[in-house]
């Protein structure tokens, strides 16, 4: 099992940048695939960007893509979600999350408490 925790959220203005930030617990931390996903309020749940075990496969949703940038440090246990250009449209909170496996995902089963993500026009 593994403990996540999401650091890095706040308010920014349209345009701007953010970093979130995702620790995980444990010493197996290479054994999963990471991801971040988010919610605004009144919407499901979505995908937002997803790394594999070792960082060599990232994917990301459309409405992202060349904007947001995921990255991992297995050595520090931590994953990054770089945030460029922000949209008022990318409000939400923002969940790190982890699925156990070597294949690139968009399905997890571990979850953090999520950080709050705002984007002032």
């Known amino acids: 099992q593994v403990q996540l925790v999401e650091s890095g959220g706040g308010l920014v203005q349209a345009g701007g940048s953010l970093r979130l930030s995702c620790a995980a617990s444990?010493?197996?931390?290479?054994?999963?695939?990471m991801g971040w996903l988010r919610q605004a309020p009144g919407k499901e749940r979505e995908f937002v960007a997803g790394?594999?075990?070792?960082?060599?496969?990232?994917l990301y949703a459309d409405s992202v893509k060349g904007r947001f940038t995921i990255s991992r440090d297995n050595a520090k246990n931590t994953v990054i979600l770089q945030m460029n250009s922000v949209k008022p449209e990318d409000t939400a909170v923002y969940y790190c999350?982890?699925?156990?496996?070597?294949?690139?995902?968009?399905?997890?089963?571990?979850w953090g408490q999520g950080t709050q993500v705002t984007v002032s026009s």
């Open positions: 444990g010493r197996t931390f290479t054994s999963y695939n």
């Open positions: 999350a982890a699925r156990a496996g070597i294949q690139i995902t968009t399905d997890y089963d571990y």
């Open positions: 790394i594999n075990w070792s960082g060599g496969r990232t």
